[in-house]
């Protein structure tokens, strides 16, 4: 089969490489649509540690199961699926008490096994999550990077008639104002340097979008703010909008050795609240559920596909902040 692979940071190819074989509890997928996110792109650059080389990456994807190994229950030849990439070791302390995202011996399709940007992929049967018929596998490749907005969600003190700021909108900063919109809050606003997203936030129901949150005329501040941008000025600006007894989200991805100001008089004395999400955990059946009714608008979400031997060309689009998802088709010549 053809596959995607990254030999070393920088350097990349497609290539031929053995079909895989699924063993026991395993199950083989043709690959219908896989996203490329920042991971992806850490991966590309060398900047995600776990990551070894050479790889095949690719961990937001649906596609087809076309065989199965021993004992891989649950699915069936022909099912459509999405698949959560998420390989918890299910013996370390997190894993015990149910926080598996934390697991202390993490690994991910993808991005520490071989993944999706490839013809096949090899997978847990128990990781495959079935998509309703209308659900295509285009759409179905964004139940990945919804999940981890739903998590994140599950992370915030959620509230009816709250009013929301989202930092970012990019690909995750429009799923979660969708969310927010879909979860009864009052309003959502938005901030993004990018005025050529700032109508897309607005179509997909923003109340406000802007350059800067001045713009928005809200001076006491916002209950929940999320920082979908992972950038130090987006996050520290954040910090300064949450309004007394309020919550900010560090939901976007910052450098490992990034480093934010903060106020610890301010945090005590209006009682802030700060909390992480990370990736995935117990989330993707109900990213799979929001999908299939209809709470995301997938068609505005994903605005470009390419084959496998495009990935250069995808690779360009996504740094240069073009567009929205940016998806891999591998079937596709």
Known sequence: MQALVI???????????????????????RVGAVGICGTD????????????????????????????????????????????????CGRCHFCAIGRGNLCENWAAIGDTVDGAMAEYVKVPAANCYRLPGHVSAAHGALVEPLSCAVHGFDMLPRQLGSHYLVYGAGTMGLLMLQLATASGAASVSMVDIN???????????????ATSAD????????????DCTGAIPAIEDGLSRVRRGGTFQQFGVAAGDARAAISPFRIYNDEITIVGSMAVLHSFGRAVDLLAE??????????????LTGFDEALRTFRAGAGRKIQIRPGRR
């Open 7 to 29: 030999d070393k940071p920088g350097r990349f190819s497609v290539e031929s490489v053995p079909d895989p074989t699924p063993g026991p509890g395993e199950v083989v997928v």
């Open 41 to 88: 792109v850490h991966i590309v650059d060398g900047e995600f540690p776990p990551t070894p080389y050479p790889i095949v990456p690719g961990h937001e994807f649906a596609g087809e199961v076309v065989a199965l190994g021993g004992d891989a229950a649950g699915v069936r030849a022909g099912d459509m699926v999405a698949v959560d990439p998420s390989l918890f």
């Open 195 to 209: 005025t050529g997203r700032l109508e897309v936030a607005r179509t997909l129901g923003a109340d406000a979008a």
């Open 215 to 226: 713009e928005l005329g809200r001076p006491e501040g916002w209950e929940i703010v999320i």
């Open 294 to 307: 209809g709470v995301i608008d997938a068609d505005t979400m994903i605005t470009h596909d390419f084959p």
